[in-house]
């Protein structure tokens, strides 16, 4: 998954969330009425459906719907940038203007840790936020 794909959906969904998530969902519907203008109502009601069920999730503490919230914005998005790459700058540039800074500090910083690493032939990688403690190799 392209990594801009996972911090817009997860900063999306973090959004909702927050006191500023009416212009962060008025900035998505109005990006997606330029690369998917038949498409812009029916994200506005899904977005709004998505924040009910990401309140009730956060008030449940319930961190694994919150995720599956954010994985499904996550497909949604991907299979736009595959089907126009063209709209990836337009993506980040959501995610940098209006996605990212409607969140809080703590969730600015998660998302914008994006890590890539790549394994070849035999070797091995691990990678963690935080503490890691591996036995056995």
Known sequence: MDP???????????????????????????????????????????????????????????ADTEQALAGIWQLRLQQMLDEDPAIGPQLQRLLDEHLTPSLLSTEQS?????????AHDQSRQFI??????????
């Not at 009425?33 to 990401?54: C, D, F, P, W």
């Not at 998660?110 to 790549?118: K, L, M, P, S």
């Not at 963690?128 to 190799?137: S, V, Y």
């Open 4 to 62: 801009i794909v996972v911090a817009a959906a997860t900063a999306l969904v973090g959004a909702m969330a927050t006191d500023a998530w009416q212009q962060t969902r008025t900035a998505m519907v109005d990006w997606w009425r330029k690369v998917r203008r038949e498409q812009a109502e029916t994200v506005h009601t899904e977005l709004e459906s998505t924040q009910v069920q990401v309140l009730a999730a956060r008030e449940r503490g319930d």
């Open 128 to 137: 963690a936020g935080r503490d890691q403690h591996i036995t056995g190799l």
């Open 110 to 118: 998660r998302i914008q840790q994006n890590i890539t690493a790549h």
